[in-house]
């Protein structure tokens, strides 16, 4: 590889990696540009591909080149992912799992996890969000259309209102929720009609937005809307359009309820207010943090979070912190939980390698389901009550292995060959969906 290739490579990707080694939120896409450089220049330099690693039951024989190696109680070979077209640069799963869906270069497609012919739902599209149901898909083609997920029936809306940013546009079940150009929240029936202007009072502090609301996302009941209004300013939307101004900041839906810290504490409180918006019943929880890297229980009215690489079960219920430590490594952002809440699924980076754990949640007990040696980043989300999906990836060469883990038996299954690029793992139901510019790959728990 040409030395300027490599040292812009460099830059790009250790940025990135630093941000990443405590869960920083990070913006990916140079991250992806980084990872295009690596590859287009070995191919022009004449680099070979990374050799192919072999498993059996115990753990894999010999190291790979990479120094990649996955070690558990059993780890077996599964089966490959396979290709699912598209572009990785926009491609996500129905919350149900049943379809991936992805941006073509010719419109949207939709395709289940086994089938080999995405079937196109637009000719046109560049932005798209699946309903939480899985039936439709909303897709952003001049305005908004809603599209069932099997490309038979089409329901044009807002197409007279021209949409400003689609990142600042969610769905429900009944409803889309978006900034039109205008810099308005506009809310728009998913069965049709005019799209209804959410009347946001001025914010007082515009410095982190123009004066536009943002919306966050509707309640898992779609009830709800949470909209962020200047720096420091949030709002709940019902229904019909009334808004009510939050008394905190970072809202988050739980279980009916909403949750969130004082604006005077920042972004990272150091208590937790929750909210029943049906009777504006509010309770507090005093000096407990309110980190940005948490998931929410199923089921129960409590989040999972890392604070300064401690892994935390915050009972909002019983305004209770339970430390899930194992005493070793570094607890990073990617939390999760299985759809039933009763385990949770996290990662943790140590000098040189990283793991995958779970936790049960009702008695805190922990469990080390795979380590890899020379992984620089690893990731575990849900595969389903029973499994999970795993991810790991290093640079230098550019190198990344998926893995199927049985949370009960603690088998591990490596999923084919080891992939040549590095992409973002998405889990819904009992698929697994790998994505990255260069392509698609998916697979389904065993």
């Known amino acids: 590889m040409k030395p300027s290739l490599l040292l812009l490579f460099l830059r790009l990707f250790?940025?990135?990696?630093?941000?990443?080694?405590?869960?920083?939120?990070?913006?990916?896409?140079?991250l992806v540009r980084a990872v295009a450089l690596l590859l287009v220049g070995g191919l022009v330099s004449g680099l070979p591909s990374p050799a192919l690693a072999q498993s059996r039951p115990g753990q894999p024989d010999g190291d790979?080149?990479?120094?990649m190696r996955i070690r558990a109680d059993v780890v077996k070979r599964g089966p490959a992912l396979r290709g699912a077209g598209g572009s990785g640069a926009n491609a996500s799963l129905t919350a149900d799992g049943r379809y991936v869906v992805s941006v073509?270069?010719?419109?949207?497609?939709?395709?289940?996890?086994?089938?080999?012919?995405?079937?196109?739902?637009t000719e046109h599209g560049t932005w798209f969000a699946p309903t939480p149901d899985g039936r439709f898909v909303v897709v952003r083609a001049g305005g908004f259309t809603k599209v069932s997920i099997d490309g038979k029936k089409t329901v044009?809306?807002?197409?007279d209102e021209k949409p400003g940013s689609t990142a600042h546009a969610v769905v429900s079940n009944q409803q889309l929720a978006f900034v039109n150009a205008a810099g308005q929240v506009m809310l728009v029936d998913l069965n049709g009609g005019k799209p209804v202007m959410v009347d946001l009072p001025t914010p007082a502090d515009k410095r982190c937005h123009t004066g536009a609301g943002v919306p966050r996302g509707f309640s898992p009941d779609g009830r709800w809307l949470s909209v962020q209004h200047g720096c420091d300013e949030e709002y709940l939307v019902d229904p019909n359009g009334g808004v009510r101004k939050l008394p905190f900041v970072s809202a988050r839906f739980a279980e009916g309820y909403v949750i969130g810290t004082p604006k005077e504490q920042g972004r990272m409180g150091s208590s937790v207010v929750v909210l029943n918006p049906a009777t504006n019943e509010t309770w507090t929880l005093p000096d407990v943090a309110y980190s940005p890297f948490r998931v929410v229980v199923p089921r129960r009215l409590a989040f999972l979070q890392v604070v300064d690489g401690t892994l935390q079960l915050v009972d909002l219920r019983s305004k209770t912190v339970t430390k899930l430590e194992d005493g070793s490594g570094d607890v990073t952002g990617f939390?999760?939980?299985?759809?039933?809440?009763?385990?949770?699924?996290?990662?943790?980076?140590?000098?040189?390698?990283?793991?995958?754990?779970?936790v049960e949640l009702a008695t805190g007990k922990t469990r080390l389901l795979a380590d890899v040696e020379g992984g620089q980043q690893c990731f575990v989300k849900p595969l389903g009550n029973d499994q999970a999906a795993a991810y790991f990836w290093r640079?230098?060469?550019?190198?990344?292995?998926?893995?199927?883990?049985?949370?009960?038996?603690?088998?591990v299954e490596q999923l084919g060959e080891e992939?040549?690029?590095?992409?973002?793992?998405?889990?819904?139901?009992?698929t697994l969906l790998i994505s990255a510019q260069i392509g698609l790959l998916v697979g389904t728990a065993k």
Do not use: Q
């Open 64 to 67: 790979a080149p990479t120094g």
């Open 395 to 411: 640079a230098g060469p550019t190198v990344a292995i998926a893995a199927r883990v049985h949370l009960e038996t603690g088998v």
């Open 14 to 30: 250790l940025g990135d990696f630093a941000r990443g080694r405590r869960g920083t939120p990070r913006d990916r896409r140079p």
């Open 419 to 430: 992939i040549p690029w590095i992409g973002s793992l998405h889990t819904a139901g009992r």
């Open 156 to 159: 044009p809306l807002a197409l």
């Open 335 to 358: 939390v999760s939980t299985t759809p039933d809440g009763s385990t949770g699924l996290y990662s943790v980076h140590d000098e040189g390698h990283c793991s995958i754990r779970s």
């Open 104 to 121: 073509g270069a010719d419109g949207v497609y939709a395709a289940k996890p086994d089938s080999t012919k995405p079937k196109r739902l």
